[in-house]
């Protein structure tokens, strides 16, 4: 694959994918390059990255799909979780963890002498909700002591 050309236009402070208006209208970076190149696309049509790297506008990388192709593309590329229990990714595995399954452990131990939840999204360095649903298994529900050992 060529290598991936970044918008290197307009941003605000979250969007990483770039922006730019056409007609008026605004869009994104990768999406406006499409329009530009190709014309039109319907409002349900979306332009997907082959790459995952959401700044790039290299034409090569992208191609049109609906909202269902870029799930199930995200799912291929285990960018996804899917529902409780269903995960691919589960644990440390996911893209967006911070906590390891050795700090949740730790957690649950030190929760069980007393620590309160705030005092452990300190030490851990996470919000404590992220903290209180980890010792409490709504999150790595399905890590136990015995799967640590494995």
Known sequence: MTDC???SGEHNGT?????????GTPMRASRAAWVETYGQLAPHEHVLHRCDNPPCVNLDHL??????????????KGRLTGGRGTSRNKGETNW???LTAGHVLEARRLHGTGQTYVQLAE????HKSTIRNAVLGIRWGWLTEELREL
Not at 123 to 126: N, P, Q
């Open 96 to 98: 967006r963890a911070v």
């Open 63 to 76: 191609f049109v799909g609906s909202h269902r192709d870029n799930m199930a593309d995200a799912a291929d």
């Open 123 to 126: 030490t851990f360095g996470v």
């Open 15 to 23: 969007n990483i994918y770039g922006g730019r208006r056409i007609n």
């Open 5 to 7: 050309i970044e918008y």
